[in-house]
């Protein structure tokens, strides 16, 4: 079977509200983000919105939060369309999102996943994620989630 297309990353603009709050409503059942949360996310000096896209459609995105101080940077979420899965969409936004914590000063970041989603779980883990804390009734569904850490000195795009 022929390789997709390559997809290209690149940080979001407004212009992708759209897209982002599509990719959103396809991808996650609960704690959706909404049409004026990513608005205000692309306007916050405290949160970078990376995209993968390919021949103009958005495949994959990730919001990355990160305040001073030291705190480690929190992926708050990562999404991949379902016809963009198994493509690396995922793997390329999160050393993305990695390598800008590391620019911005984070050595670390943080995230929060559901314990039923194998494939994040494998993703963040085969990334060097380790576990370090269970969130009980974290999601809107009272669904539990783990949180992962991983340390990013030394990491590379």
Do not use: C
Request: without cysteine.
């Amino acid at each position: 079977m022929p390789h997709p297309t390559p997809f290209q990353l690149r940080a979001a603009t407004p212009a992708d509200t759209a897209a982002l709050v599509d990719l959103e409503q396809q991808t996650f059942a609960y704690d959706r983000m909404s049409r004026a949360q990513f608005r205000r996310h692309l306007r916050s000096p405290t949160a970078a919105i990376w995209v993968a896209e390919r021949s103009g459609a958005l495949l994959g995105a990730a919001v990355l939060f990160f305040r001073r101080g030291g705190q480690p940077a929190r992926l708050y979420s990562l999404a991949t369309a379902a016809s963009a899965r198994g493509e690396g969409v995922g793997r390329r936004l999160l050393q993305t999102v990695e390598s800008d914590a590391l620019r911005r000063g984070h050595d670390r970041l943080r995230l929060e996943v559901r314990t039923d989603n194998a494939a994040a779980i494998r993703l963040y883990e085969s990334s060097g994620y380790r576990r370090i804390a269970e969130k009980p009734g974290y999601y809107d569904d009272g669904s539990d989630a783990w949180q992962y850490e991983k340390l990013l000195t030394g990491a590379s795009e």
